[in-house]
T-cell receptor
């Protein structure tokens, strides 16, 4: 069965420091991986995706993610965090050939000034 | 990017009443839409897949008679929570994938907060 895990419930980082939000996956076949961000009482906003190709994927708002097949990871990164990046982040994998997404548990990112 | 809207953004209803939530794709057509529910500080749980022109398919454990889904057109799907009870209170979110057989990307609505008294 396909699954996604986000091992950290919360990540705290100081503004201006680099941030990493971790995600590991378990899929059969090639993974289609996504990162979404959710602000309070809002829907999800797409950040970036990995389908194939370059292992380093660049996305919205300065975020990027590195696909690592050997470690089955897809960690979200940003070189310099902003207070406005504080939100709930979800990693997701596409389920088979359907359009369905399987979401990780979510990680709350707290960026302090 | 593509825009998905939901209406209403929040609703409060009495126990036993039914509530309808609309999900619209504003600038693209969506033959498929997905409905999720989310409890506070938890992940999204897929409830069902809404299919234009055919019946919705429900995930295991989701009561299809309680959560009625109708995909009336290529831009509109509705979720009706019938005979709502307090345990149905939740944040309901819809999404629609962009065109293409692989559904590489989904766009999410802003969500609907349902509170059942």
């Amino acid at each position: 069965a396909q699954s996604v895990a986000q091992p950290e419930d919360q990540v705290n980082v100081a503004e201006g420091n680099p941030l990493t939000v971790k995600c590991t996956y378990s899929v059969s076949g090639n993974p289609y991986l996504f990162w979404y961000v959710q602000y309070p009482n809002r829907g999800l906003q797409f950040l970036l995706k990995y389908i194939t190709g370059d292992n380093l994927v660049k996305g919205s708002y300065g975020f990027e993610a590195e696909f690592n097949k050997s470690q089955t990871s897809f960690h979200l990164k940003k070189p310099s965090a902003l207070v406005s990046d504080s939100a709930l982040y979800f990693c997701a994998v596409k389920r088979g050939n359907t359009g369905k997404l399987i979401f990780g548990q979510g990680t709350t990112l707290q960026v302090k000034p | 990017g593509a825009v998905v809207s939901q209406h209403p953004s929040w609703v409060i209803c009495k126990s036993g009443t039914s509530v309808k939530i609309e999900c619209r794709s504003l600038d693209f057509q969506a033959t498929t839409m997905f409905w999720y529910r989310q409890f506070p500080k938890q992940s999204l749980m897929l409830m069902a897949t809404s299919n234009e022109g055919s019946k919705a398919t429900y995930e295991q454990g989701v009561e299809k008679d309680k959560f009625l889904i109708n995909h009336a057109s290529l831009t509109l799907s509705t979720l009706t929570v019938t005979s709502a009870h307090p345990e149905d209170s939740s944040f309901y979110i819809c999404s629609a994938p962009t065109a293409g057989a692989t559904y590489n990307e989904q766009f999410f609505g802003p969500g609907t907060r349902l509170t059942v008294l």
